[in-house]
């Protein structure tokens, strides 16, 4: 069964650095998302990417951070400059669109920032 | 700004009772409704979703859920719980089924006695 997959597991930075977050969407989807979950929080939308371009954001998603799909398979988030709030789960997830647009999960990324 | 609301936020049932997971949306219109449920280490899995017809909708792992409008619900139950079904759960709703954004519940976390 197809899933989307995310590496690292988990990822721990200084404060300041930039970190690249990796998702490798199910092959023929065509939505693409972030979320993430501080601990004991809600899960809550970043951004979504559709047709190469940012389709909807929330407010979380400002200027440190940036989504791309470099090459057909991979998508990333960046944020460039880290804060200690940034800690948080990472979920990627990809729908195939209409009429059955199920968002699928990859299983996280926990980043941890020092 | 829709929104949805978990009240429960731990829920312990003996294995074979009943159980029922509560969810409230606020939203003008009717959004896409879904559960999810998210084991430790792994990512979100679709239990099931209601976007029209039927407002009794069957999903994965024997688990229903009935929207009611005049409630602005969508509990989750199950006739009889597995200890395998320990896990969060997260409602979520959406605006539409084109690539929208899901805003998540805050979960109910199910512990499950033997």
């Known amino acids: 069964e197809p899933e989307v997959t995310q590496t690292p597991s988990h990822q721990v930075t200084q404060m300041g650095q930039e970190v690249i977050l990796r998702c490798v969407p199910i092959s023929n989807h065509l939505y693409f998302y972030w979320y993430r979950q501080i601990l004991g929080q809600k899960v809550e939308f970043l951004v979504s990417f559709y047709n190469n371009e940012i389709s909807e954001k929330s407010e979380i998603f400002d200027d440190q951070f940036s989504v791309e799909r470099p090459d057909g398979s991979n998508f990333t988030l960046k944020i460039r400059s880290t804060k200690l709030e940034d800690s948080a789960m990472y979920f990627c997830a990809s729908s195939g669109g209409l009429p059955n647009n199920e968002q699928f999960f990859g299983p996280g990324t926990r980043l941890t920032v020092l | 700004a829709q929104s949805v609301t978990q009240p429960d936020i731990h829920i312990t049932v003996s294995e074979g009772a009943s159980l029922e997971l509560r969810c409230n949306y606020s939203y003008g219109a009717t959004p896409y409704l879904f559960w999810y449920v998210q084991s430790p280490g792994q990512g979100l899995q679709l239990l099931l979703k209601?976007?029209?017809?039927?407002?009794l909708v069957q999903g994965i792992k024997g688990f229903e859920a009935e929207f009611k409008r005049s409630q602005s619900s969508f509990n989750l139950r199950k006739p009889s719980v597995h200890w395998s079904d320990a896990a969060e759960y997260f409602c979520a709703v959406a605006l539409n089924n084109a690539g929208n954004m899901l805003t998540f519940g805050g979960g109910t976390r199910l512990m499950v006695k033997p």
């Open positions: 209601y976007f029209s017809g039927d407002t």
